[in-house]
């Protein structure tokens, strides 16, 4: 299952990422974790210090090498130069799994408080005035309209904080997307422009409170959020300390709060994967770039590259 967590800056949804993220790890599941956030702190909550965080590959600094190898022999697409961050795959491209071994993973991917870890790298001050973030969280959307994952599985993206995420067709790339909503007025009205924007694709938001003192927090939270609240974790003496640097194991976090993330999985191993509509919408959000910039650009029509018998799912072979 492809789940991000999704929120407020500073809501506490890298935090809840890492946790989610260390928790699957726990129970044996299958893992890859990306950080897809311009502030990029997961490597840093997975218990990563600031030197071993800035020395992770950038997967916003390979996105050639990306595509050169996503591209595979898909006749539909001539170079990696065709390629954009919407393209989908087709008969010929190489598809990723969760686990296993690649090129890519090989490069980019590494181990980080025992969780399987890439990055998307941060907004560098040559990026300043040049570019868009939103171009180096290219990378993890053709990664991930890429990527087959089977039950049991599990790919945990934290995403930009608050709207951001609607730059592109990313919010469109998970089976779940998970809102870390503080109980303040302004962390709801973030969840209510989130689902507004989201429900007009189909796609569900569940709501995990965080920073829970008492039950007129949550009373305040299920008066805002309705049924879409899932789960609440309460202040964290636990994530206090991981903020300041002591690390300590799972099983030490509150076990309410253990609870909730049991609650987190549960819902998103109760969501019914729709590989249909995944390759539907991603040929959408690909014929949408196109006719906004993406064909300008190339000088030829890029929804050429759509191979409209090609659906994306764990029946397609895997070519390395």
Known sequence: MKIAFVGKGGSGKTTLAALFARHLVEVGAPLLAIDADINQHLAAALGATEDQAVLLPSLGDQLREIKEHLRGSNPRIA???????????GRGSRLLRVAGTNPLYEKLVHDVGGVRLAVTGPFATEDLGVACYH?????????????????????????????DAFASGLFTRFDATFLVCEP????????????????????????????????????????????????FLGRSAYVKAAERGSLRP???????????????????????????????????????????WANGRAGHDLTEQIDPEFVLGPAVPVHH
Do not use: C
Request: proline fraction near 2%.
């Open 79 to 89: 170079s990696a130069d065709a390629m954009v961050k919407t393209t989908p795959p």
């Open 135 to 163: 171009s180096k969280v290219g990378a993890v959307e053709l990664l991930l309209n890429h990527l087959v994952d089977a039950t049991g599985e599990y790919v945990v993206v934290d995403m930009t904080a608050g709207a």
């Open 184 to 231: 303040t007025l302004r962390s709801a009205g973030v969840y209510r422009q989130y689902r507004d924007h989201a429900r007009d694709f189909g796609v569900r938001v569940h709501v995990v409170g965080n920073k829970v003192d008492d039950d007129s927090d949550v009373e305040f939270l299920r008066r805002h959020v309705g049924s879409d609240l899932h789960a």
């Open 250 to 292: 799972l099983t030490e976090l509150e076990p309410a709060n253990r609870a909730a993330l049991d609650t987190i999985r549960a819902r998103t191993d109760a969501v019914e994967k729709d590989w249909a509509t995944y390759t539907r919408q991603a040929h959408e959000f690909h014929r949408r770039n196109a006719s906004a």
